[in-house]
């Protein structure tokens, strides 16, 4: 079983910036991606950013040229960083890992809450 501990989150005005950190354990040698995801009260936990083993990465639309994905393979961790932020960024941050056929190896965490607001 594959372990994550998201941190980093925290309030800040429109237009701030900060930096999540998703720390990985276990087996995870021949993951396909890891990704971050969020989750706003009553809406769908959505795909913010991901990175695959080799290097590529993809992004929502609502944070093209804002956010920012890249991993430290050394400490096993993946980060994101945020720019520009708006309200509507709002939410609870997940990360999680997929094998090749698109299935998660982590059971969903306790997450990260990032507030935006003036």
């Known amino acids: 079983q594959v372990q994550l501990v998201e941190s980093g989150g925290g309030l800040v005005q429109p237009g701030g910036s900060l930096r999540l950190s998703c720390a990985a354990s276990?087996?995870?040698?021949?993951?396909?991606?890891m990704g971050w995801y969020r989750q706003a009260p009553g809406k769908q936990r959505e795909l913010v950013a991901a990175?695959?083993?080799?290097?590529?990465?993809d992004y929502g639309d609502s944070v093209k040229g804002r956010f920012t994905i890249s991993r430290d393979n050394a400490k096993n961790t993946v980060y994101l960083q945020m720019n520009s932020l708006k309200p509507e960024d709002t939410a609870v941050y997940y990360c999680?890992?997929?094998?090749?056929?698109?299935?998660?190896?982590?059971?969903w965490g306790q997450g990260t809450l990032v507030t935006v607001s003036s």
């Open positions: 276990g087996s995870i040698f021949r993951f396909y991606s």
């Open positions: 990175i695959t083993s080799g290097g590529n990465t």
């Open positions: 999680n890992v997929r094998n090749r056929i698109g299935e998660y190896l982590a059971v």
